[in-house]
C-alpha cells in the first residue's frame, strides 16, 4: 500500500465543517423550529405539534424531499430551487408538507412556481456555473435526467416522495395518531441502512427509480448525522450505521487521490463497470462511482487485522446487514473501519467524510483537466497531484 494515501490518512480534519446543508432556517414554515436569533434547531421543541404534524416530522417530510431532488450538475441551484419553491407554495396556503394532498390539489400552481423560480435561478447562476464546469450556459437545467418538462419533475420528483406520508396517513386508523406517521414508519426498521434500503425498494411503500441509491443513503446522513432527528439511540441508527452516499464528486476524489486502489486495479473496476472507457466527457473514461456498491476488495492484504474486526463490527452491529462475520469486505464500507479506529479522539464519522468529499469535490477537484491542484488542503495525500494521468484520463 502506497504510503501517500494510505486510508488510514483519510481524517479529513479540517474539511467537515465546510459542507453546505439544506438550509432549513431558511423554510418559512420553519421560521419557529430555531432558537431565538439562530439558525440551531430548537431540539428541546422538535416533538411539539404544528398543525398536524410534528416540528420533527415536517422536517424529515422536508428531507425526503430534498434528497430525491438533492441530484444534478449545480447542488446550490436545486436547494434555492426547493426553498423558493416551498415558500411560495406556502404564501399561497398550498401547505403541502402538513398536508401533502395539497400538491396534488393545486398542482397547477406548484408547476408554475417551479417554472418561474428555475428561471430566475437560471438567470442567476448559470454563466457561474458554465464558467466552473467549462461548459454552456445553454445547457443549465435543474430537471434532471435531461428532462425540461416541468409535469414529469413536478410529478415524477416531487409527487412521489410527498406521496410517501400522504399514504402512511390515508391506511392509519382515525384512532391511530397521526402527527409522526413518516419517522414511525422509517424507525421501525432494524438500521438505518436497511431504512436506506427500504426507502427504494419496500414493494408497497418503495419511492422506486424516483430516488437513487446515493440520495437514499444521503437523507440518513442528513435524518442521523447532520441534523441528528433520530430517536433511536441504539448503534444501528448513529453515526456508522449507514454506507456512505456515494455520489459524482466523492468517485472523482476517491479514484483520483488513489484511494480506491488499494483495494483493486484498474481491470477489476473496468469489469465491474466502475470505469467504463471512452463513455465520460470528451470520450474519456466515465467514472460510475454508484457501482461500486456491493464490490468486494480484492486487495485483501492492504487490511491490517485489527481493521477487519472492525470492519466485522460495522457489519454486524451498525449497520446489522450480517449476522455473523461477512465473508467478504465490500469497497464502499471500509472507511467505516478507519473512521471508527480514531472515533473516540477525533469524533469523526461517515458525514464528516462524505461532506469532506463533496468539499473537496465542488472546490477543488473539478470534473476537468484543471482542478485547483495546487490549493487543495488533501493534495499531499493525492496520487493524482504527483500522476496526472488519473485527473486527465477520467470523468464523473
Not at 50 to 74: H, K, M, Y
Not at 274 to 282: A, E, I, S, T, Y
Request: hydrophobic letters at 35%; a positive charge; one cysteine or more.
Amino acid at each position: 500500500m502506497r504510503d501517500i494515501n494510505s486510508p488510514r490518512q483519510w481524517r479529513f480534519t479540517q474539511t467537515n465543517k465546510h459542507y453546505r446543508f439544506p438550509q432549513l432556517s431558511q423554510i418559512h414554515p420553519f421560521k419557529h423550529f430555531f432558537k431565538n436569533g439562530e439558525a440551531t434547531l430548537d431540539y428541546s421543541n422538535l416533538d411539539q405539534r404544528d398543525g398536524s404534524c410534528t416540528r420533527r416530522e415536517l422536517i424529515t417530510r422536508f428531507l425526503v424531499l430534498s434528497a430525491v431532488l438533492d441530484q444534478g450538475p449545480d447542488i446550490e441551484g436545486i436547494r434555492r430551487l426547493l426553498i423558493d419553491t416551498t415558500n411560495d407554495l406556502y404564501e399561497k396556503e398550498v401547505r403541502f408538507l402538513h398536508k401533502p394532498i395539497d400538491f396534488f390539489k393545486e398542482l397547477g400552481i406548484a408547476i408554475d412556481r417551479i417554472l418561474q423560480n428555475h428561471k430566475k435561478i437560471k438567470e442567476l447562476r448559470a454563466e457561474e456555473w458554465a464558467d466552473k464546469n467549462k461548459s454552456s450556459a445553454t445547457k443549465y437545467n435543474l430537471f434532471m435526467d435531461k428532462t425540461k418538462q416541468a409535469l414529469n419533475f413536478s410529478i415524477f420528483r416531487w409527487g412521489v416522495p410527498l406521496a410517501l406520508p400522504l399514504l402512511l396517513e390515508k391506511e392509519m386508523l382515525p384512532s391511530e395518531c397521526k402527527p409522526t406517521a413518516l419517522i414511525d414508519y422509517l424507525e421501525s426498521f432494524q438500521s438505518a441502512e436497511t431504512m436506506t434500503n427500504e426507502l427504494k425498494d419496500h414493494e408497497k411503500y418503495g419511492l422506486g427509480k424516483a430516488i437513487g441509491d446515493k440520495a437514499c443513503h444521503l437523507f440518513a446522513k442528513w435524518y442521523v448525522s447532520s441534523f441528528n432527528l433520530c430517536r433511536r439511540s441504539d448503534l444501528s441508527w448513529k453515526d456508522f450505521s449507514y454506507e456512505v452516499p456515494y455520489d459524482s464528486n466523492a468517485g472523482r476524489v476517491l479514484w483520483r487521490t488513489g484511494y480506491f486502489l488499494n483495494w483493486a486495479d484498474e481491470s477489476y473496476f473496468q469489469k465491474k463497470e466502475v470505469l467504463q472507457p471512452g463513455r465520460g466527457k470528451d470520450n474519456l473514461c466515465y467514472i460510475r462511482v454508484t457501482n461500486i456498491r456491493g464490490n468486494a476488495v480484492q486487495n485483501v492484504d492492504n487490511l491490517p487485522e485489527d481493521i477487519k474486526e472492525l470492519y466485522y463490527d460495522i457489519s454486524r452491529k451498525h449497520l446489522k446487514t450480517h449476522i455473523k462475520k461477512p465473508t467478504k469486505f465490500e469497497i464502499q464500507r471500509i472507511q467505516h473501519a478507519f473512521l471508527l479506529e480514531h472515533y473516540q479522539e477525533s469524533n469523526l464519522n461517515i458525514a464528516n467524510f462524505d461532506d469532506g468529499l463533496i468539499y473537496i469535490g465542488t472546490n477543488f477537484c473539478y470534473n476537468h483537466s484543471e482542478p485547483k491542484c495546487s490549493d487543495c488542503p488533501i493534495k499531499d495525500l493525492c496520487s493524482g497531484y504527483k500522476n496526472e494521468k488519473l485527473i486527465q484520463n477520467y470523468r464523473t
